[in-house]
């Protein structure tokens, strides 16, 4: 029994965009709901041809099953960890969780970024974590700020172009 002295500390929620959260929800579901049956189905098919032992359809879907089983356990349990939060409750003017902010680097290479919690990066599309160096660098800035990017690769100055809240 845990006494309030012993007990473990809290996890913080992490926040996730309410898009973010969409998207983590939908392959739960397309996983849960579609993926799994139709793999158990298989691996049903398999068992009934009898010997197991050299059945690699029933090899694989065993497999398949376990992969899709622990992404499943993965993603119930992140989707109880985080907090939605709407972009647009922190417009107030600085970057802050969830603003699109576009920056012009050094060299005159403009670029635009969303700041989004780390469960939903995809720098391919331009979302990048909070914590990331310019995640970090940028929170706090309003529009016309410079602001220094500690990255592996060297440090970097960025100018603030436009923010905006979607």
């Known amino acids: 029994m845990w006494s309030d002295a012993m007990a473990p500390p809290s ?12 998207k983590l929800e939908k392959e739960l579901s397309e996983l849960w709901h579609r993926e799994r049956p139709r793999i158990v189905q298989e691996v049903a098919d398999a068992a009934a041809q009898g010997d197991r032992s050299e059945n690699a359809e029933y090899t694989y ?20 960890r985080v907090t939605v939060v709407d972009p647009k409750s922190n417009a107030k003017g600085t970057v802050d969780f969830g603003a699109t902010v576009t920056v012009e680097d050094e060299e005159g290479r403009v670029r635009t970024y969303q700041i989004v ?8 599309e331009g979302r990048i974590s909070m914590m990331s160096p ?3 660098a940028l929170l706090g800035k309003k529009v016309g700020d410079d602001a220094l990017v500690f990255r592996p690769a060297g440090e970097i100055e960025v100018i603030i172009k436009s923010l905006r809240y979607v």
């Open 134 to 136: 310019m995640g970090k």
């Open 11 to 22: 996890t913080p929620k992490r926040p996730i965009t309410p898009a973010g959260f969409a």
């Open 61 to 80: 879907g065993k497999k398949r099953l376990r992969e899709i089983d622990r992404r499943v356990r993965f993603l119930n349990g992140l989707l109880k």
């Open 117 to 124: 919690g780390e469960d939903e990066v995809e720098a391919k």
